[in-house]
């Protein structure tokens, strides 16, 4: 996608790959059953799949890290997770505010070797990523950022956690997870801040990767540089969450 980022994802569930004389970093481990298209596609571009040395997540719900356990087991890689949502992949998703009650929710648990706050970097072999804490959609959602070298300058690439608020998400009133609307509001601002040139996200169709890909395939090195794209989706989805805010808010009778 850009210098040495890969996209080792399927159609939808973004999966990112970063390449780096010490080792690789995994973003997004998906679905257990995903863990296999995963490692072809990190193979496919010639790199050793137990090479990967560190494995990073978009937020602790099982479309991103159901199959961590697993890749840890293959790879050996250390597991770095955002504070909120470090418990909630230890336990397989039981402590997961709104999902966690339901045992076929639950995926494997794994050890977090490392856990993240706001704005920690996580290095390796020269590339430095920053863990920018979106919260809301999880207690712990983090959306990645890093800089790419680009002939003189630095392409900003940020990943998005997620911005979405679920069906079924209790923004007003949530006992398991009071502060949920003021910690939606944060992620915005936070959001809003960061410089974007390559716009990518947990899932690909945050940033449009179905348009985007056949026109980088074609050759078009530039197909995932869109910062109006990142303004218009965060705009979008914050305008999104405060009409659901502004639904909850009035007062039933
Ligand atoms: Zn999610």
Known sequence: MAGNLYY??????????????????????????SVPL???SVESLGFHFSDI????????????CAGSAQIIHLTGAKYYVMAGDGSVVESGGGT???YGAK?????????????LHD????????TVLTAHLTPGHTRGTTTWTLDEPEGSRFLHVVIV???????????????VYPQIAADYKRGFAVLEKLPC????????SYFGLVGKYPRWKDGDKNAFIDPAGYKAYIADREQAFEKELQRQSVPKR
């Not at 040139?197 to 690909?204: N, R, S």
């Open 8 to 33: 080792v994802g399927s159609e939808d569930l973004g999966s990112y790959l970063i390449a780096t004389p010490s080792g690789l970093i995994l973003i997004n481990s998906a679905f257990e059953a």
């Open 53 to 64: 040395k560190i494995l990073l997540i978009s937020h602790a719900h099982s479309d991103h």
């Open 96 to 98: 997961d505010f709104q």
């Open 103 to 115: 045992k076929s929710n639950r995926y494997p648990p794994a050890h977090v070797d490392r856990v």
């Open 119 to 126: 704005g920690d970097k996580v290095s390796l072999g020269g």
């Open 38 to 40: 995963i490692r072809k």
């Open 161 to 175: 956690g997620s911005p979405n608020v679920n069906p079924g998400y209790k923004l007003v009133g949530n006992k």
């Open 197 to 204: 040139d390559i716009f990518l996200g947990a899932h690909g």
